[in-house]
């Protein structure tokens, strides 16, 4: 399928007033850069209020944003744990609350998104670390904030994405308690290995392969393997054992080849996964509901996804499902 025309208009003027993602000269210029251009082409919707929080660790805490559905009150919901993009080293809770919202909204979960630190200064592991904590905090606390433990998903999109597998890998080998989806939006998966996709659409697609490549510089100390999984999810040594995942990429996206080959590899290891590929759409396309309409009809989509996955997460969970499950192990 051809680019979408709002999206190619935009890379068009993007290109034109050179606010695209471009290789920048000072950290700062790209972070000005991306939530100028969120407040440009985002269109933030107010189905609820939302409410500052923040989790306590040892020597700090993470700041938190939690979003709802209008028809939320005080009732238990599912909840999203989210993570944003932005290269590990620009993007936050204000360039990601239109996407936020949508998602609340979309799935009727709550969506507890993360303002974890950023590189250069707080290069790996510290955005990992900071994402793995606030998901056991959710864990751990989640009657506290009116959500169903057995209906925790997390999720991000960019590197928002990567450090959401690499969190479900490190729960299910940690052994302890696990959550129930991992939502996975145009993810970037494999610092190790250039993609097709990534040659394909290295220039003139929002995202270009200078800007990748200053990111990860960024983001990696010198003498981090980039085979590792915590950076590269797709390089795990084994897939099974993970929780179910909805995956939506997009065609004219340098990282669609990785986010297909994670939901394969998911599937080779018998995980449950809603692999979807939006046709004309470039990276960063969902948070972009002003310059491209259609980033409203993909959040519908993967709330929907969301939802579905979710309400099977809970029936597996049920007093008589798990009695079934014990009864079959005993006969076994």
Not at 57 to 63: N, V
Not at 214 to 219: A, E, F, L
Not at 233 to 245: C, V
């Amino acid at each position: 399928m051809p680019l979408d025309r709002r999206a190619n208009r935009l890379l068009n003027i993007l290109a034109a007033t050179h606010r695209a993602e471009a290789p920048r000269a000072t950290v700062h210029d790209r972070r000005h850069s991306l939530l100028t251009l969120a407040h440009t082409v985002e269109c933030i919707p107010k189905p609820a209020p939302e409410a500052q929080a923040g989790v306590i660790l040892a020597d700090a805490a993470i700041p938190i944003r939690i979003y709802a559905p209008a028809d939320a009150d005080d009732r238990v919901l599912p909840v999203l744990v989210f993570f944003h993009g932005g290269g590990w080293v620009a993007g936050g809770l204000d360039t990601h609350e239109g996407l936020s919202r949508r998602l609340a909204a979309a799935a009727g979960c709550r969506v507890l998104a993360v303002d974890y630190r950023l590189a250069p200064e707080h290069p790996f592991p510290a955005a990992l670390t900071d994402c793995l904590a606030a998901t056991r905090w959710v864990i751990e606390n989640a009657g506290v904030i009116g959500c169903d433990p057995a209906q925790i998903a997390v999720g991000g999109d960019s590197t928002g994405g990567s450090l959401a597998a690499s969190v479900c890998q490190i729960l299910r080998d940690a052994g302890g308690p696990q959550v129930a989806l991992q939502v996975l939006i145009c993810p970037i998966l494999d610092l190790a290995e250039e993609s097709e996709s990534r040659r394909a659409f290295a220039e003139g697609f929002f995202v270009s392969r200078a800007t990748i490549e200053r990111d990860i510089d960024d983001y990696c100390p010198p003498d981090l393997d980039r085979r590792d999984p915590r950076v590269s999810p797709l390089r795990a040594a084994r897939f099974d054992g993970l929780p179910p995942a909805v995956i939506h990429a997009a065609e004219f996206d340098p990282f669609r080849d990785e986010a297909a080959a994670y939901a394969a590899a998911l599937r080779q290891a018998d995980v449950r996964v809603r692999d979807v590929r939006h046709p004309g759409m470039i990276h960063y396309f969902y948070a972009m509901g002003r310059a491209i309409p259609y980033a409203l009809t993909a959040a519908e989509a993967i709330g929907a996804d969301m939802r579905a996955m979710l309400a099977e997460a809970q029936k597996r969970t049920s007093p008589a499902a798990m009695a079934a499950k014990a009864a079959a192990s005993s006969g076994s």
